[in-house]
């Protein structure tokens, strides 16, 4: 089971928001990380303002950022 799977797997984290940064950029990669349980996924090297606009994001719903 990926680390993913495993936080989505246990109650104290299944709410939490997973994001992924990789170097791998095909469209593939994407989906399958949005497959195993990530909800953003971010190419390196990343802009500043897309995490920023990522993070901000997750403050307005109120969840938990693993």
């Known amino acids: 089971m990926t680390l993913a799977?495993?936080?989505r797997?246990?109650?104290?984290?299944r709410t939490a928001v997973l994001m992924?940064?990789?170097g791998y950029g095909q469209e593939a990669d994407r989906q399958a990380a949005l497959a195993a349980g990530f909800e953003?996924?971010?190419?390196?090297?990343?802009e500043v303002q897309d995490?920023?606009?990522?993070f901000s994001a997750i403050g307005r719903r109120g969840r938990d950022v693993v």
């Open 40 to 46: 953003r996924y971010f190419v390196k090297p990343v």
């Open 9 to 13: 797997a246990d109650p104290v984290t």
């Open 20 to 22: 992924a940064m990789s």
């Open 5 to 7: 799977g495993m936080l």
């Open 51 to 54: 995490l920023t606009e990522a």
